[in-house]
């Protein structure tokens, strides 16, 4: 099931919290959707889920907005905050949702086997850890068996067994069940592992979507190769002969454009010369992430009066 977001917007009072956004998310991959502080990451996935109501603009699942579904708990698992009665066992907390939405009270167990959590089944869900809690929070959005899972900072307090489970977890849904899987996450380094593509946007509006490979085709630095060698003018005035691009700073390191790894290793051992070393220089979505955001404008401050529902800024 496919997610389109066309043309939301959406005003507190002065402040402009999302403007005229677009992005899709397809069936089959995990999308991360990143930017900074404020830059309306929860307000869109509220709107995207019919918590909040947009000025203009339309989310739908295969065309069909989230208040429309005819059997949202089946179609769309969302996690957007963990809450939850801290005496009530998460076996308990989880058969009070199954009543409420139609489903056999077995789901409860199978959903805390698949996250994990069969072991602390029976305790109460305040004594859980924040990891354990944000465990039990993905196991009720799964226990309608939904195609589509949209979940803001899911890893948020795992450690790093947890995390790496979340990121197999989240990949198995999507690659092997083919589900659609759209995950709002500030743990960039994480994210680069778990994602297929990402939407980002800064200041309410869509500043990049696209693949990773996409993403860092376009990056600051792509296409270039770092190289270093105790012998680096020589290679440099090398590589110059032909037109070659480089640059060469004091500490025997050049930057190499317009020429592969292959063919710059060629030219230094045909010239003699000596390299410690030779790589094709790779952004990662940290840096990407940076170039992309880098003074993107933030919510203005609202006017005296005007106020803001808690979580929109977000």
């Not at 907390?93 to 199978?110: F, I, M, Q």
């Amino acid at each position: 099931m496919r997610v389109d977001v066309r043309g939301l917007t959406k005003s507190f009072g002065a402040v402009r919290a999302v403007s005229d956004l677009d992005f899709t998310v397809e069936p089959g991959q995990v999308t991360g959707f990143l930017g900074p502080n404020g830059a309306g990451k929860t307000t869109t996935l509220r709107m995207v889920l019919g918590l909040i109501r947009p000025d203009t603009g339309t989310a739908t699942f295969d065309g069909t907005p989230y208040t429309e579904l005819r059997d949202p708990v089946r179609t769309v698992g969302a996690v957007l905050e963990t809450a939850f009665h801290p005496a009530r066992s998460a076996r308990n907390h989880l058969r009070v949702y199954c009543r409420a939405a139609g489903l056999p009270l077995e789901r409860a167990d199978e959903v805390l086997r698949q996250v994990g959590l069969s072991d602390a089944a029976g305790r109460r869900a305040g004594s859980y850890s924040l990891g354990m809690r944000q465990r039990l929070a993905l196991a009720a959005a799964l226990l309608g068996d939904p195609g589509v899972l949209v979940l803001d900072e899911p890893a948020n307090g795992l450690d790093p067994e947890g995390i790496q489970w979340l990121r197999g977890f989240l990949r198995h849904l999507a690659h092997d069940q083919g589900r659609t899987v759209l995950v709002s996450s500030h743990l960039l380094s994480e994210v680069e592992q778990t994602v297929d593509r990402v939407v980002i946007v800064g200041g309410g509006r869509l500043v990049r979507e696209g693949s990773m490979a996409d993403l860092r085709a376009g990056a600051a630095g792509a296409g270039t190769v770092l190289v270093r060698s105790p012998e680096a003018q020589r290679l440099a005035e090398t590589l110059r002969v032909d037109g070659t691009q480089v640059s060469l700073d004091g500490d025997g390191a050049l930057t190499v454009s317009g020429r592969s790894a292959a063919e710059i290793g060629h030219r230094a051992f045909t010239a003699g010369i000596e390299l410690h070393e030779l790589r094709p220089h790779t952004s990662g979505l940290e840096e990407i992430y940076f170039q992309l955001t880098s003074g993107q404008e933030q919510f203005a401050a609202p006017s005296p009066g005007s106020s803001i529902p808690q979580g929109a800024a977000r």
